[in-house]
């Protein structure tokens, strides 16, 4: 079971983005999904999240309107594409897998909970 993510790089403020998380050993069908993020020195918090065979999907506050999280499940690919990038955006950006959308939904606020997967972690770096 693993989740490879790809598509970050440095982008100037205003400008866009698509990470990519590629999964293997598992189906995505039977999951929930979700994207991540930690810049320096802060904890890492959930950027958006979905399951798709409930079709339900969850953005950040600080998000919402921007980013948008799809999925090729033929390709067992999931994505976020992300507009209007602002230098807060600069993170380390993680996707996850879980069979349980609750665990998605308060990893980061439950100490008591763990994901099954998680990826290695991609850069992004927006500059001002």
């Known amino acids: 079971v693993q989740l490879v993510e790809s598509g970050g790089g440095l982008v100037q403020a205003g400008g866009s983005l698509r990470l990519s998380c590629a999964a293997s050993?598992?189906?995505?069908?039977?999951?929930?999904l979700g994207w991540f993020r930690q810049a320096p020195g802060k904890e890492r918090e959930e950027v958006s999240c979905?399951?798709?065979?409930?079709?339900?999907?969850y953005y950040a506050d600080s998000v919402k309107g921007r980013f948008t999280i799809s999925s090729d499940n033929a390709m067992n690919t999931m994505y976020l594409q992300m507009n209007s990038l602002k230098p807060e955006d600069t993170a380390v950006y993680y996707c996850?897998?879980?069979?349980?959308?609750?665990?998605?939904?308060?990893?980061?606020?439950?100490?008591?909970?763990?994901?099954?997967?998680w990826g290695q972690g991609t850069l992004v770096t927006v500059s001002s």
């Open positions: 979905f399951t798709s065979s409930d079709a339900i999907t």
């Open positions: 050993g598992f189906d995505f069908d039977d999951y929930a």
């Open positions: 996850a897998a879980d069979p349980i959308l609750h665990n998605i939904v308060v990893v980061t606020t439950d100490k008591d909970i763990s994901l099954e997967v």
